[in-house]
């Protein structure tokens, strides 16, 4: 059963949250401005593969086709362009593959980018030897990758591009139509959200029911249940299940996120934090309702926040490809860390310590051992949308949604270990701890 409702009308005692009583404090503590408009800014720039805002010509769409030759596929996950000579980047964002990675030997030599927006793009069968980046490197749209060839298996010199969203190829074509051609604001994308985990020994998944933004948090507030929190329409939603019952309701709060990560501070509500036309803001429920109170801080990539000890919230910024750092130590500072983070990361509180899971060329563990952060690979390749979580041990635990199955990163044996879970999803994940000894994991 299923219920809808509006969240600016809730009654806020529905978990001990009344007027007056147990509302949430700290707001100057923490240095807080006082609301301002955010400044324009633009979320970013796409051009076609050419570098240009007309389209080149197209050998082969994307879908379904006669393959072209053997070791080709039938079920075509890119678009094949011709036409010019100089690949280029679509839009702008870090270098996260290059070369040719061990089995995609069909796509020869090739350039993966992790894009601000959030989505990965790959260029298949460049010219051996014309590749002008390197991974971690930061690009803009437009940027030249190299030289159009025919390497891996081609028929002729062309261009395959892919486009994953969510660790799903989607069709280029409609994707670039619809941003190429200047500044754009990437609209919002709104799926069913699905709750998956371990019942009676296998994974499964469960649509709760409702919809959500792509761009979501999800924060366990001691329910045993994932609360689902993001934008669509021009406003906070939440999802989540009330009276043993999944219900969607809308807190009338405007906002309109591009990226946001909710964290437990021991209140009744959780505390958000949203990025907002680049500026960084902090959302908290009272008994009057709900806030969004502008940190004055200009963060124009992706967040994830974590609480510490004493309820230390800390958050994880990508800006421009490398790692920020967001402290309230004395008002909201925020620091660069100088080493890279990919665009699909999350930030976890391991034994009171933050640590860091991202995507940069596969998996990458980041730590503070004492002396500054340091980048460890876990060895395990991944392209797709990531999370973590701290199930014990010492070490996060790693999700990340390949398209063909979500996957488990752990540390087991002394190594890191990645087990497919056999249930397939498309869209961003997240995931929370609950009992049993496996996460529950949450797609949109």
Same mark, same amino acid.
């Given at each position: 059963?299923?219920?809808?409702?509006?969240?600016?009308?809730?009654?806020?005692?529905?978990?001990?949250?009344?007027?007056?009583?147990?509302?949430?404090?700290?707001?100057?503590?923490?240095?807080?401005?006082?609301?301002?408009?955010?400044?324009?800014?633009?979320?970013?720039?796409?051009?076609?593969?050419?570098?240009?805002?007309?389209?080149?010509?197209?050998?082969?769409?994307?879908?379904?086709?006669?393959?072209?030759?053997?070791?080709?596929?039938?079920?075509?996950?890119?678009?094949?362009?011709?036409?010019?000579?100089?690949?280029?980047?679509?839009?702008?964002?870090?270098?996260?593959?290059?070369?040719?990675?061990?089995?995609?030997?069909?796509?020869?030599?090739?350039?993966?980018?992790?894009?601000?927006?959030?989505?990965?793009?790959?260029?298949?069968?460049?010219?051996?030897?014309?590749?002008?980046?390197?991974?971690?490197?930061?690009?803009?749209?437009?940027?030249?990758?190299?030289?159009?060839?025919?390497?891996?298996?081609?028929?002729?010199?062309?261009?395959?591009?892919?486009?994953?969203?969510?660790?799903?190829?989607?069709?280029?074509?409609?994707?670039?139509?619809?941003?190429?051609?200047?500044?754009?604001?990437?609209?919002?994308?709104?799926?069913?959200?699905?709750?998956?985990?371990?019942?009676?020994?296998?994974?499964?998944?469960?649509?709760?029911?409702?919809?959500?933004?792509?761009?979501?948090?999800?924060?366990?507030?001691?329910?045993?249940?994932?609360?689902?929190?993001?934008?669509?329409?021009?406003?906070?939603?939440?999802?989540?299940?009330? /009276?043993?019952?999944?219900?969607?309701?809308?807190?009338?709060?405007?906002?309109?996120?591009?990226?946001?990560?909710?964290?437990?501070?021991?209140?009744?509500?959780?505390?958000?934090?949203?990025?907002?036309?680049?500026?960084?803001?902090?959302?908290?429920?009272?008994?009057?309702?709900?806030?969004?109170?502008?940190?004055?801080?200009?963060?124009?990539?992706?967040?994830?926040?974590?609480?510490?000890?004493?309820?230390?919230?800390?958050?994880?910024?990508?800006?421009?490809?490398?790692?920020?750092?967001?402290?309230?130590?004395?008002?909201?500072?925020?620091?660069?860390?100088?080493?890279?983070?990919?665009?699909?990361?999350?930030?976890?509180?391991?034994?009171?310590?933050?640590?860091?899971?991202?995507?940069?060329?596969?998996?990458?563990?980041?730590?503070?051992?004492?002396?500054?952060?340091?980048?460890?690979?876990?060895?395990?390749?991944?392209?797709?949308?990531?999370?973590?979580?701290?199930?014990?041990? /010492?070490?996060?635990?790693?999700?990340?949604?390949?398209?063909?199955?979500?996957?488990?990163?752990?540390?087991?044996?002394?190594?890191?270990?990645?087990?497919?879970?056999?249930?397939?999803?498309?869209?961003?994940?997240?995931?929370?701890?609950?009992?049993?000894?496996?996460?529950?994991?949450?797609?949109?």
């Amino acid at each position: 059963m299923t219920t809808s409702s509006d969240l600016s009308k809730v009654d806020l005692t529905r978990r001990g949250l009344l007027a007056g009583a147990g509302v949430l404090t700290g707001v100057a503590a923490l240095g807080l401005n006082a609301l301002t408009a955010p400044s324009a800014s633009a979320a970013g720039v796409y051009v076609w593969p050419n570098g240009t805002n007309t389209r080149p010509a197209i050998s082969s769409p994307f879908g379904p086709r006669t393959a072209p030759t053997g070791g080709a596929s039938s079920d075509h996950k890119g678009t094949d362009f011709v036409g010019f000579a100089t690949v280029r980047a679509v839009a702008a964002g870090v270098v996260s593959v290059t070369g040719t990675p061990a089995g995609w030997g069909g796509g020869g030599t090739q350039v993966w980018i992790q894009h601000d927006d959030g989505f990965v793009s790959r260029s298949f069968h460049l010219a051996p030897g014309t590749v002008s980046v390197s991974p971690q490197q930061r690009v803009q749209a437009g940027d030249a990758l190299g030289t159009m060839g025919r390497s891996g298996t081609a028929t002729g010199v062309h261009h395959h591009l892919e486009i994953v969203v969510g660790g799903v190829q989607i069709d280029p074509v409609p994707f670039l139509t619809a941003r190429v051609g200047g500044t754009v604001t990437p609209p919002d994308q709104v799926r069913a959200a699905k709750e998956f985990a371990v019942h009676n020994g296998s994974w499964s998944a469960i649509p709760v029911g409702f919809n959500m933004s792509e761009k979501f948090t999800t924060v366990n507030m001691g329910s045993g249940w994932g609360d689902l929190y993001g934008s669509f329409g021009g406003s906070l939603r939440y999802v989540g299940v009330s /009276g043993g019952a999944w219900t969607q309701m809308d807190s009338g709060l405007p906002l309109n996120a591009s990226s946001i990560s909710a964290v437990d501070v021991g209140q009744s509500f959780p505390h958000i934090f949203a990025v907002e036309n680049s500026i960084l803001y902090h959302i908290y429920a009272d008994g009057s309702g709900w806030h969004k109170v502008s940190t004055g801080l200009t963060v124009p990539g992706k967040i994830s926040a974590v609480v510490l000890p004493n309820n230390n919230v800390q958050i994880v910024a990508n800006i421009s490809g490398v790692m920020h750092h967001v402290t309230t130590h004395s008002g909201w500072e925020i620091g660069n860390s100088g080493v890279p983070i990919g665009g699909e990361f999350k930030a976890v509180n391991i034994g009171g310590s933050l640590q860091i899971a991202t995507l940069l060329n596969g998996v990458v563990h980041i730590i503070w051992p004492g002396a500054g952060w340091q980048l460890q690979s876990t060895g395990v390749g991944s392209s797709g949308s990531l999370t973590a979580v701290d199930m014990g041990g /010492g070490f996060p635990t790693i999700i990340t949604n390949e398209g063909w199955s979500v996957c488990v990163t752990s540390v087991s044996g002394g190594g890191w270990v990645r087990q497919a879970t056999g249930v397939s999803v498309s869209g961003n994940i997240d995931a929370i701890r609950t009992s049993g000894g496996f996460p529950t994991v949450y797609a949109v």
